[in-house]
């Protein structure tokens, strides 16, 4: 999560760019040290990992399945106590 001041500043400085260009540009321009542009990196690095788990194969849509109550009834505890 970005804070409100840091994206306002962002888009004074980059007014025409999307959010991903503005803090690709602004740190493109800045100094790598600088606790805002270490920031940007980091958000432009999650999101273009998210991006990328979007576009891949989906491994975990099969464990799903197999999790899913559709696929598996789990059963309830007091179902199998027996009364004599």
């Known amino acids: 999560m970005l804070p409100s001041v ?3 500043d962002v888009r004074k400085q980059y007014p025409n760019d ?3 260009d503005a803090l690709s540009n602004l740190c ?4 790598k040290a600088h606790p805002d542009v270490r920031r940007a990196w980091r958000f432009i690095f999650h999101v273009d990992n ?3 788990l979007y576009r891949g ?3 975990w849509a099969a464990w799903s399945m ?3 109550p559709c696929a ?5 505890p007091l179902e199998t106590v ?3």
């Open 6 to 8: 840091f994206l306002n």
């Open 18 to 20: 999307s959010l991903l």
């Open 28 to 31: 493109e321009e800045g100094e």
């Open 50 to 52: 998210l991006a990328a």
């Open 57 to 59: 194969p989906r491994p």
């Open 66 to 68: 197999r999790c899913s």
């Open 72 to 76: 598996r009834r789990i059963q309830d």
């Open 82 to 84: 027996t009364t004599r």
